[in-house]
């Protein structure tokens, strides 16, 4: 076997391969043929031409003949070497191979690979390399630059006599130095997101144990107060509290699955670049860089801000708690107050209504407790709508939390919501100032403000409607109470003026308003 001393003196100076017929100048210099032909085609055919290694000259019709001593010593080696892609063990020993020297095209075994030639034109790839991708199609020599202008790996001879004479090159060693920069940069970024990943994972498997608990004991506590009168009424509410709870936990582990999902691939990506970073090949690392930051910047942009889950709605737990307690005890309000629960909401147990004088379909009671038959108009500003009638509630509500009902039997078309005062003269919902949810006269549901009506998927009945009220958090829910609750729409505001209670109705029937 030769040695790799041995196997440089055998490369020519120009095309930096080993011999293809070596031709010996007058001066003793030795270069491929074609390569010295090409150097002496490139000054034209009159001139005089000067050895490339000592600048000797000599002239360009000179007859140059293959030094045969040298193609002897050349061809010995090609026979006493393993052929590139035919057969994947050492070059030397004859052992399993794990990488292959571009330069020498010679494989090596973990022993020789460790003491072969560690300059930097020693480039050693994996052993499945294909040599044919590796070399120029025109010169059929190594590709050892990159060509800036067109954006193609070249080989020596395309920088001295080919097409890319005079372009602007570097070594493919620099361009993979600076490609592993940017690989190093992505990686940093991909980090950092797997980072937050984590803290974001961490935090999300204690999201909401705590508020869950309190729920938990705030309601279990208040039916141990009142279990015997109302132990049915526990079960129900309980029953919705589990309800919601699986409901979250179900959330929160399709968030932890997800996140588990993204964190698993950026941990792949990651793998992938530092692979890539660590490549000692640079046409290894120029051909994946680009699917590899590519494949990273997917990653990041797809990367969303994982969405928090939705709490648990108390305010259906206690509605339906409200309902179901208030023909109780009169201490009722005392213990909801004690287990965190509204009480009564004494700011609307006299609601009162501006009526106008005109004759109505709708009757008020002495506490606008119930509304029955022909008696007096309800109307904002004295006029009716077409043949429906609306009022306003003189009660201001600016703060707080409020819960209350309404009850409606026969009528083809009422609505039911809130009014700044400023509203008057406008028809409930259709207007920047006010908020309804109503029955149309074709028998659909919907919520409306400010002229945009959603149509709401509930068909049956309703006979009983809670509306809750949250001031400062600028929640407003109408719910439909029967044996279960249901929430039926939510506006979610920010009030800046006092609100006031409003309804409207058409045809004859009635409305019953229970204060809670």
């Keep these: 076997m030769a040695s790799d001393a041995l196997k440089q003196e055998l490369n020519c100076s120009i095309c930096l391969n080993t011999y293809e017929d070596p031709t010996t100048l007058p001066c003793g210099h030795t270069f491929c043929q074609r390569c010295i032909s090409g150097a002496e085609r490139s000054r034209g055919c009159y001139q005089a031409v000067s050895c490339p290694e000592c600048r000797y000259r000599f002239p360009a019709n000179l007859q140059l003949n293959k030094n045969t001593k040298l193609c002897n010593i050349v061809e010995h080696m090609a026979s006493v070497q393993s052929k590139p892609g035919t057969m994947n063990d050492c070059s030397y020993c004859g052992g399993s191979s794990i990488t292959l020297c571009l330069l020498c095209e010679v494989y090596l075994c973990e022993g020789h690979g460790n003491t072969h030639n560690k300059t930097v034109e020693h480039v050693l790839t994996e052993v499945n390399t294909n040599l044919d991708t590796r070399k120029c199609s025109v010169h059929q020599e190594l590709l050892r630059f990159y060509c800036c202008e067109e954006d193609v790996c070249i080989c020596a001879s395309c920088c001295l006599f080919g097409d890319h004479v005079g372009h602007t090159f570097v070594t493919l060693q620099e361009i993979s130095k600076n490609q592993k920069a940017i690989l190093k940069n992505v990686e940093n970024l991909l980090t950092a997101e797997k980072h937050l990943k984590e803290i974001k994972l961490e935090e999300m498997k ?31 509410v309980l029953c919705e509290v589990s309800k919601q709870e699986e409901d979250v936990c179900a959330q929160i582990s399709t968030l932890i699955k997800k996140l588990e999902e993204e964190k698993s691939k950026l941990s792949a990506q990651i793998l992938d670049i530092n692979h890539l970073g660590q490549s000692t090949d640079p046409m290894t690392v120029l051909e994946n860089c680009g699917y590899t930051i590519c494949r990273a910047n997917e990653l990041l942009m797809g990367s969303e801000d994982t969405a928090e889950p939705k709490a648990m709605d108390e305010v259906l737990i206690k509605v339906a708690l409200q309902s179901g307690l ?12 004690v287990r965190g629960f509204h009480a009564q909401d004494a700011s609307l147990s006299h609601i009162t209504l501006e009526l106008n004088g005109m004759f109505s379909q709708l009757l008020i009671s002495d506490d606008i407790s119930h509304t029955s038959n022909l008696l007096q108009t309800l109307s904002l500003d004295g ?8 009022t306003l509630s003189s009660t201001a509500i600016s703060s707080g939390e409020h819960y209350w009902e309404v009850e409606t039997k026969g009528l083809l078309e009422w ?15 259709f207007n920047r100032d006010s908020w309804c949810l109503y029955l149309s006269a074709i028998g659909e549901y919907r919520a409306v403000h400010d002229c945009n009506e959603m149509t709401l998927p509930f068909h049956p009945p309703i006979r009983t409607l809670g509306i809750y009220l949250d001031y400062e958090a600028g929640v407003l829910s109408f719910y439909h109470l029967s044996d279960t609750v249901t929430l039926l729409h939510t506006f979610s505001v920010t009030f800046s003026e006092p609100l006031h209670p409003a309804y409207f109705i058409d045809n004859i029937g ?5 204060s809670k």
Excluded at 415 to 429: N, P
């Design 415 to 429: 609505g039911v919501g809130m009014a700044y005062r400023r509203a008057e003269g406008s028809k409930l919902g």
């Design 206 to 236: 204690g999201h909401n144990k705590e508020s869950q608990e309190k729920m938990r004991i705030g309601v279990t506590g208040l039916f141990g107060d009142i279990r015997r009168e109302l132990e049915v009424l526990e079960h129900k």
């Design 510 to 514: 009635w409305a019953h308003h229970c």
């Design 326 to 337: 208030h023909d109780f005890l009169t201490n009722l309000p005392r213990l909801q107050k």
């Design 383 to 390: 006029t009716p709508y077409s043949s429906a009638y609306q």
